[in-house]
């Protein structure tokens, strides 16, 4: 079994900061990649940022320079520090863990529930 808590989502002004955390319980012996994704009212999910166990980071072209993903491994916990939040970035926040390996069994994609972000203009 796997569970995951989200927290830090809330509503904020343009050009604030928030940060997410995602912290991940069970019986996990390891995670390949962590990561997040956000998905606003009539669209698709779509990828904010990932960060593989080696720390290798990813990030959609609308986020650079301003997100930040972070990970840590001994916590299973994955963090998304959001600086300069524009308005566009009003969607619910979900994270991933992809490639979990429990104690029983192998997890390709573990979805957590979201949390909203709201940025007002």
């Known amino acids: 079994q796997v569970q995951t808590v989200v927290s830090g989502g809330g509503l904020v002004q343009a050009g604030g900061s928030l940060r997410l955390s995602c912290v991940a319980s069970?019986?996990?012996?390891?995670?390949?990649?962590m990561g997040w994704y956000r998905q606003s009212p009539g669209s698709e999910r779509e990828l904010v940022a990932t960060i593989t166990s080696g720390g290798t980071t990813n990030y959609a072209d609308s986020v650079k320079g301003r997100f930040t993903i972070s990970r840590d491994k001994a916590k299973n916990t994955v963090y998304l520090q959001m600086n300069s939040l524009k308005p566009d970035d009003t969607a619910a926040y979900y994270c991933?863990?992809?490639?979990?390996?429990?104690?029983?069994?192998?997890?390709?994609?573990?979805w957590g529930k979201g949390t909203l972000v709201t940025v007002s203009s």
């Open positions: 991933n863990l992809h490639g979990v390996q429990t104690t029983l069994h192998y997890i390709i994609d573990y």
């Open positions: 069970g019986s996990i012996r390891s995670i390949n990649d």
